[in-house]
């Protein structure tokens, strides 16, 4: 059995792990390097930022989203592994939504890709639970005393996602134009969408 | 478990780090163990749940290294669970592919779980109706689970109210061991910062999906 004592470089286990499972015929380069080049290039916070953007754009759109974000986001060929069943929380002027897994780091991969450092890391995943309000302001998001902080832990299969507002002056802005301007921060609920 | 994974309000962990908009992985290593975690469960014959737990068995000390550490090292445990590979296997390994000669172990007796699956992925459906509704309070049990779980310590014995139905699911607790998928109800709980912080906590809602069987109408 596995232990602590003697501890084993992390590259190094996981070379000698995946080493002997492709001689045992159980992985192979060409799976890792399909799943890895998926992961960096097509699965990632464009497609939230995508899916954002319209509903900024199309009100029957983001009305669709709110009511069923599963098949709403589905619409835009965003689907698969942990984002089996997907509940977007719209931001507004007096309510915030902050999302979080406690228990590990579940996070909607469709829409987001994999999860960055500080939503992994046990600081955030401790203290966003206790202490919203101050860890928003650690991230630079200082929020007014009158509004409403939702913390979403996501303890089940169910799957977060954060619809930020629409930042003013971008009234004139395209679809396409808007979507640049979303960021995975904003998608998670610790930062807000801003205009450069 | 009450495990190191269990994070939700422990303290000592000081700053949150950087927004950084880095990708997903930092170093090479980092894409293959996340493969080698993505496949583990169809490797080991096992499931999300029980890749989940294993990540929980991990040492402490191991958690704490960083999250593709305690990946791998959970996707080994649930290798090891299915006599999938060995931790001797994999260290001697580990020390021939650091240039050192030492002798490989013999491979495991492969012994995968079998456990009945519903389908692909976790919606399931139940026949029982769901006992509770929206707006309903409700008390989170004080229960002291040996193995795995998606109950955390901070909203046990806790009082709250449900805001939302979500879809029955696959119950972790049982789905993890290989005993059966066991579909349960599953509900947003919403509870006041104070309920779970005292009263001098910060105002918010803290809101999250509880399975039908944590749950008994508060009192």
């Not at chain 1, 890895?36 to 199309?58: C, F, I, L, R």
């Not at chain 2, 880095?22 to 496949?39: N, Q, S, Y």
Request: some cysteine.
């Amino acid at each position: 059995m596995t232990s602590a004592s003697d501890h084993l470089d992390p590259a190094l286990r996981v070379e000698a792990l995946a080493s002997l499972l492709i001689e045992r015929g159980l992985l192979d380069e060409a799976t890792i390097e399909t799943f890895v080049k998926t992961y960096e290039q097509s699965v990632g916070p464009m497609n939230g930022a995508k899916v954002v953007a319209k509903a900024w754009t199309d009100p029957g759109y983001r009305a669709r989203l709110l009511a069923d974000g599963t098949a709403a986001i589905a619409e835009l060929g965003f689907k698969g592994p942990q984002g089996e069943h997907m509940v977007v929380l719209e931001n507004t002027p007096t309510l915030h939504h902050v999302v979080v897994c406690t228990l590990c780091s579940c996070y909607p991969w469709p829409v987001l890709g994999l999860p960055p450092s500080w939503y992994k890391d046990p600081a955030y995943r401790s203290r966003v639970v206790r202490e919203p309000r101050q860890v928003l302001r650690e991230f630079g998001l200082d929020l007014d005393d009158s509004v409403e902080i939702r913390v979403h832990d996501s303890s089940s299969e169910v799957r977060y996602m954060v619809l930020p507002e629409r930042p003013a002056g971008t009234g004139g802005y395209s679809e396409a134009e808007l979507a640049d301007l979303v960021t995975r921060d904003a998608m998670v609920g610790v930062a807000k969408v801003a205009v450069p | 478990m009450d495990g190191i994974h269990d994070l939700g309000g422990m303290q000592g962990f000081g700053q949150v780090q950087d927004l950084t908009a880095d990708g997903p992985f930092a170093e090479p290593w980092e894409g293959k163990a996340f493969v080698i975690g993505a496949l583990s469960a169809r490797i080991a014959g096992g499931n999300l749940h029980a890749m989940r737990h294993a990540i929980e068995r991990v040492p402490p000390s191991e958690y704490l290294v960083g999250y593709w550490n305690r990946w791998t090292f959970g996707a080994q445990i649930m290798m090891e669970d299915s006599g999938i590979v060995t931790d001797d296997e994999v260290r001697a390994r580990a020390a021939r592919l650091s240039g050192q000669d030492v002798p490989e172990p013999p491979q495991p007796t492969p012994n995968k779980p079998q456990m009945p699956s519903g389908g692909a992925g976790n919606l399931r459906s139940r026949d029982t109706p769901p006992a509770f509704a929206v707006g309903d309070r409700v008390r989170v049990a004080d229960l002291d689970p040996q193995g795995h779980t998606r109950l955390p310590r901070y909203v046990r014995r806790r009082t709250g109210t449900v805001t939302a139905l979500q879809p029955c699911q696959v119950f972790p607790d049982t789905a993890a061991h290989f005993v059966a998928e066991d579909p349960q109800h599953c509900y947003t709980v919403d509870f006041d910062s104070r309920e779970l912080w005292g009263p001098g906590a910060e105002p918010f809602r803290l809101s999250i999906d509880l399975y039908e069987p944590y749950l008994e109408p508060a009192p």
